[in-house]
């Protein structure tokens, strides 16, 4: 099975420049690219020689294993821009999570920017535990290392220079954090809470 870049509906946006997101939606199709590049190449190793190519082939899964976790975290990304900026719903199972966890939606979105500010490139997550049923939002250095197991993405944030190299220098992070925000759909995180409360 080969994977395709999705489309994804992503309208004019406040303070991210449609040259970024083409940039970035490059970058995203890239991944895809190489994921099927690396499950191409060791079925073709193992037809060659299976046993001899064994280190090969164990080599290139660690690689894929970044290749689909940027495919897939890029997915989570632009699904979050898609038709436009779309406020969170008052008094919603979202909005009680996050208030139970953090004590308003406000500290929320603060802890949330404060997790943004961590030195470094990586990624911002919002995961859902449902054994605990709590929030969690945490750092990600590498895509494919470090994700809290087994638990669901509600909202992820790119925070490697390339999602806003083209509109803000390194320094300014900050403030692309804060436009990313500002053009989150809601709704999509919701819809991701919703079902892993159900």
């Given at each position: 099975?080969?994977?395709?870049p999705r489309t994804f509906a992503i309208p004019e946006l406040k303070g991210i420049s449609q040259k970024q997101i083409d940039v970035h939606l490059a970058l995203y199709e890239g991944y895809i690219k190489h994921a099927n590049l690396i499950m191409d190449k060791i079925e073709e190793l193992r037809s060659q020689d299976a046993e001899g190519n064994a280190y090969l082939m164990?080599?290139?899964?660690?690689?894929?294993?970044?290749?689909?976790?940027?495919?897939?975290m890029h997915e989570y990304y632009f699904e979050q821009l898609e038709n436009g900026s779309l406020r969170p719903q008052a008094e919603s199972p979202l909005m009680d999570a996050a208030v139970d966890r953090y004590g308003s939606w406000d500290n929320f979105i603060?802890?949330?920017?404060?997790?943004?500010?961590?030195?470094g490139v990586g990624w911002?997550?919002?995961y859902y535990d449902p054994a605990a049923r709590k929030l969690h939002?945490?750092?990600?250095?590498?895509?494919?290392?470090?994700?809290?197991?087994?638990?669901?993405i509600?909202?992820?944030?790119?925070?490697?220079?390339h999602a806003f190299m083209v509109d803000y220098m390194p320094a300014e992070k900050k403030n692309y954090v804060?436009?990313?925000?500002?053009?989150v759909n809601w709704e999509v995180i919701e819809k991701r809470f919703l079902s892993e409360v159900v």
């Open positions: 099975m080969m994977y395709s164990a080599e290139l899964r660690r690689r894929f294993n970044f290749e689909f976790d940027g495919m897939r603060a802890h949330i920017k404060e997790v943004c500010g961590t030195r911002t997550i919002v939002t945490a750092w990600i250095t590498d895509q494919e290392v470090g994700q809290l197991a087994g638990l669901p509600i909202l992820a944030i790119d925070m490697w220079e804060e436009a990313f925000l500002e053009n």
